[in-house]
T-cell receptor, first 111, second 112 residues
């Protein structure tokens, strides 16, 4: 089975800090994605990547950046964390355009 | 961005009841998928639909890809307590280089 591992299940950070959320997949998938999940809003796409060093903005990229230096790793960066970025962050990967495998999520609280 | 309209937002049912939820879009989709998210975990794929009109089952779950390609439904028969969770529909538009679009989810609660 494909495994998508997010480095932290829970994080608490201070306003203004630079925050790194790490995601690693072990099945050589080309595609990786970052979503955030908020109650009543579902999953909203932040950024995605179809290849190493390639990135595409999703629906809500403001305040975020990403890095994909290696195929298996896709990092989400909050340049200066704010309280409205408190959320559940979900990483996913896929070989095709359809079957996404998700990690267990990182619940980030910004205080 | 593009939105999927998923309903109902939440459901409270008794064990043994059947459940139905659906998703609609103003745009055509090439693929419809249904995911389930257990508390504290990431979503897991339940059913994938690739052709208009397709009806697919996975145990007690049945899903259909609408003929117009703008809608899909998921039915759960004879619900059990472990069906509790959030169910998401997702679709892929017929345009290269795009990511899945998700509905806002249906939260299912089952009382025994």
């Amino acid at each position: 089975d494909v495994k998508v591992t997010q480095s932290s299940r829970y994080l608490v950070k201070r306003t203004g800090e630079k925050v790194f959320l790490e995601c690693v997949q072990d099945m050589d998938h080309e595609n990786m994605f970052w979503y955030r999940q908020d109650p009543g809003l579902g999953l909203r796409l932040i950024y995605f990547s179809y290849d190493v060093k390639m990135k595409e903005k999703g629906d809500i990229p403001e305040g975020y950046s990403v890095s994909r230096e290696k195929k298996e790793r896709f990092s989400l960066i909050l340049e200066s964390a704010s309280t409205n970025q408190t959320s559940m962050y979900l990483c996913a990967s896929s070989l095709s355009d359809y079957g996404y495998t998700f990690g267990s999520g990182t619940r980030l609280t910004v205080v | 961005g593009q939105q999927l309209n998923q309903s109902p937002q939440s459901m409270f049912i008794q064990e043994g009841e059947d459940v139905s939820m659906n998703c609609t879009s103003s745009s055509i989709f090439n693929t419809w998928l249904w995911y389930k998210q257990d508390p504290g975990e990431g979503p897991v794929l339940l059913i994938a639909l690739y052709k208009a009109g397709e009806l697919t089952s996975n145990g007690r779950l049945t899903a259909q890809f609408g003929i117009t390609r703008k809608d899909s439904f998921l039915n759960i028969s004879a619900s059990i307590p472990s069906d509790v969770g959030i169910y998401f529909c997702a679709g892929h538009m017929p345009r290269a280089g795009t990511a899945l679009i998700f509905g806002k989810g249906t939260t299912l609660s089952v009382s025994s």
